[in-house]
């Protein structure tokens, strides 16, 4: 059995941006908040990190930023997918150079490929490095499915760890968990599906609503993990407004808006991504509000 990268909270955490450029102080003062708040493990350069516009050496100014705010407190996992193999090779070689505790490589978008192109793609990635990685599937994003076979085929490459599962299909996780078992580690890829999640026998979440509130999603993850459902699913179900709303635009626009909320200001997103709208920044005044005045 493959001892998992991380079970528990994962933050897919924001870039925060001052002056077009990567706020560097700001990042080592959020994966701080992170890790004291109980996290196991930090994304950089993922989806809500805003990987597809910064640059490569931006990526790696990210990565050594982590490790080096970290400190070996929580796993640092470093976004290094592409379409173009090449290129994740070289990227996640990099990575693995400063020191991070493992990867994130999202399927192959835009020209996509085949089933069996998917299993080259990953098993020339994983070759090249010792890291753990982690297969990101979310095909709303990305226009390509793994299908339960290619899983399977997948779990079988020794440093493949697991899949972040983004799909929102419940019935397709609890499969994957059910036939494939403990060699292909899941975490939920959707806040809002997390206890349901973790119930068929996922190991946690890689979350965005966990930038803006850490210790009550860690809260809820840890109750989950000790089997107390109850108090997870009441957790849940507080939290849902706040993961509907983080949702409710493309991400990270609304992400990145609420964080001025709990004391942060992460800059907005880089173009073509826009800052929130009014209508979104009445909503979340208006959550927060609430939440202030339940607390």
């Known amino acids: 059995m493959k001892k998992p990268l991380f079970e528990g909270l994962c933050t897919a955490l924001i870039t925060p941006f001052k002056d077009g450029r990567i706020n560097l102080p ?5 994966i701080r908040r992170q890790i004291n708040s109980g996290v196991s493990a930090v994304v950089l350069a993922g989806t809500t990190g805003e990987s597809p516009t910064l640059s490569d050496d931006e990526k790696l100014e990210l990565f050594r930023c982590g490790v080096n705010a970290a400190n070996g407190e929580c796993r640092i996992i470093a976004g290094t997918g592409s379409n173009d193999t090449a290129h994740a090779i070289a ?6 150079k400063i020191g991070v505790d ?5 399927t192959p978008y835009y020209n996509k490929t085949t089933q069996q192109g998917l299993v080259r793609h990953y098993q020339a990635i994983a070759s090249s490095v010792d890291l753990p990685v982690i297969v990101y599937h979310v095909p709303s994003r990305t226009g390509m499915d793994l299908t339960m076979e290619t ?14 599962e983004a799909s929102g299909s419940i019935s397709r996780i609890a499969h994957i968990i059910s036939e494939i078992g403990d060699d292909f580690s899941v975490w939920s890829g959707n806040d809002d599906q997390t206890i349901p999640v973790m119930a068929l026998g996922g190991r946690g979440v890689i979350s965005v609503a966990s930038n803006v509130m850490p210790n009550e999603m860690n809260k809820m993850v840890i109750a989950a993990l ?3 459902f109850e108090t997870a699913a009441k957790l849940q179900r507080r939290l849902l407004p706040l993961m509907d709303l983080l949702f409710s635009r493309v991400n990270p ?3 990145k808006a609420a964080m001025k909320y709990v004391g942060y200001d992460v800059g907005v997103g880089r173009m073509p991504l826009e800052p929130a709208d009014e209508a979104l920044e009445l ?5 927060f509000r609430r939440w202030q005045e339940d607390s």
């Open 151 to 164: 899983c399977r085929r997948l779990s079988q490459i020794p440093n493949i760890a697991g899949m972040k």
């Open 253 to 255: 626009i609304p992400v």
């Open 26 to 30: 700001m990042v080592t003062e959020l």
């Open 226 to 228: 000790h089997g107390d």
């Open 91 to 96: 990227l996640s070689r990099e990575a693995e």
């Open 102 to 106: 493992g990867l994130l490589v999202v």
């Open 283 to 287: 909503r979340l005044a208006s959550f």
